[in-house]
């Protein structure tokens, strides 16, 4: 079946740092991937996406291409900032008859002042 | 309010009740997902529906009952809780395959 792994965490990061997350995945066919971000006491919310090999999925300074030949999805981000503190989750949705969505178990990012 | 909502927020119930979960979504998207998130686990499915009266298990439904009579209503039933079953449960909607998920903020449950 479909599976989706994550780096562990936490991480910590001083401000203005780089961030990598890593994910990589198995699955057939060819999915869409995701990454969604969950902020204390919050449901989870989209952060980027892309649907095809290739695609580069961007949004508030964050990105993660989408690579067929390696089957990961890193997410990266320039310099972080304190409320980037959240967790990460990523996640494919399946391309078969009936959409399933897997999740890794999620990274939890803590960027420090 | 548009949206996609779940109550309760919170709810302790002792082992052996049956307690319903409620989801609702304004959208009238196709897809729905019931997800349970633990510690060490990430978010596990536990049930999903593609449209009205078409429900499938996924990865951990044991002691888990769904319905989906009409499009916007997503009930999840424990039909005899155990402690086991403590847990942050997350409904979520999408309105297709390739499209986000939506989710709800969440129902912390604790089974004593």
Redesign the interface.
Known sequence: GDSVTQMEGPVTLSEEAFLTINCTYTATGYP?L?W?VQYPG?????LL?A?KADDKGSNKGFEATYRKETTSFHLEKGSVQVSDSAVY?CAL???GG?????????TKLQVIP | DAGITQSPRYKITETGRQVTLMCHQTWSHS?M?W?RQDL??????IY?S?AADIT?K?EVPDGYVVSRSKTENFPLTLESATRSQTSVY?C?S?E???T??F????TRLTVV
Do not use: I
């Not at chain 2, 060490?40 to 499915?45: A, M, Q, T, V, Y």
């Open positions: 869409s995701f969604y919050e449901g989870l919310q989209l996406k649907t989750f949705h399946d391309s009936y959409q399933k969505v897997t999740f890794g178990t999620g | 897809y997902f997800y060490g686990h990430g978010l596990r499915l999903y593609a499938d996924g997350f979520a999408s297709n395959r390739n986000e998920a989710f709800g903020q969440g």
